[in-house]
């Protein structure tokens, strides 16, 4: 069974292990770590939060976006087909879906409402569970 319980739906799209996790967890800056990693969703949606939680929307806007896109690029060579869980559950996936929160988040601040409104149906639909874990909705 899939996680949305369709037996004939997707399966679930799980991502890598992603090595810039590591390097985030020992500490190195983000700015760094998304310069060795240019393609970690984790790493730009890191840098986003941290824009977001210091009130550079429009740099927050870019680096999700970046994150965001890169994730897309991430999903679709691990097999997704442009719908189909992506599992909060599983930790890899988590950058990916960082970085569409934050892209939530500062799109609702600067009054993009459809976009805002997008990225959480989008997130909702990776996985029911995701914004209620990302603080949202």
């Known amino acids: 069974m899939t996680l949305h319980g369709n037996l004939l739906g997707p399966e679930p799209t799980l991502l890598p292990v992603d090595p810039a996790a590591a390097e985030l967890d020992r500490g190195v800056a983000p700015e760094e770590v998304a310069a060795a990693y240019p393609t970690s969703s984790l790493a730009w949606a890191v840098l986003a939060e941290r824009a977001l939680e210091n009130a550079l929307t429009i740099t927050a806007y870019a680096y999700a976006r970046t994150g965001y896109h890169r994730g897309l690029d991430q999903l679709r060579r691990s097999g997704w087909k442009g719908f189909g869980p992506v599992p909060w559950s599983h930790e890899p996936?988590?950058?990916?879906?960082?970085?569409?929160?934050?892209?939530?988040?500062?799109?609702?601040?600067?009054?993009?409402?459809d976009e805002a409104e997008r990225c959480l149906a989008f997130l909702t639909d990776s996985d029911p569970a995701a914004p209620a874990a990302l603080g949202l909705g």
């Open 93 to 113: 996936n988590r950058g990916f879906l960082r970085a569409l929160a934050a892209l939530q988040r500062a799109a609702a601040l600067i009054g993009e409402t």
